[in-house]
């Protein structure tokens, strides 16, 4: 069983920066595939970008360029740089884990964290 805790939310001016983290326990990391989603109010979740332990990043459209995922095994943590946020990346973002394939379906993800608040005011 993998517990995972996301810390680093907040409120930002658009344009701003915040790094999230994902802190994994009760498992082998590097065998499960990070990934972080999001929800606004009213809206259904969605990806927004994946670290496989092996490589292969993959990021949803809406952020390339501006949001950078990255992980430590070493650590069993995850990362989400934001950059040049913008009001409607607001949401929950959450982070989750599933063993050694990438998705971008939240529905194969096993593992989730309670989320973090990410507010962007304009």
């Known amino acids: 069983q993998v517990q995972l805790v996301e810390s680093g939310g907040g409120l930002v001016q658009a344009g701003g920066s915040l790094r999230l983290s994902c802190a994994a326990s009760?498992?082998?990391?590097?065998?499960?595939?990070m990934g972080w989603f999001r929800q606004a109010p009213g809206k259904e979740r969605e990806f927004v970008a994946g670290v496989p332990s092996g490589g292969g990043i993959y990021y949803a459209d809406s952020v390339k360029g501006r949001f950078t995922i990255s992980r430590d095994n070493a650590k069993s943590t995850g990362y989400l740089q934001m950059n040049s946020l913008k009001p409607e990346d607001t949401a929950v973002y959450y982070c989750?884990?599933?063993?050694?394939?990438?998705?971008?379906?939240?529905?194969?993800?096993?593992?989730w964290g309670h989320g973090t608040q990410v507010t962007v005011s304009s």
């Open positions: 009760g498992g082998t990391f590097r065998n499960y595939v």
């Open positions: 989750a884990a599933r063993p050694f394939k990438g998705s971008s379906d939240p529905k194969e993800y096993d593992y």
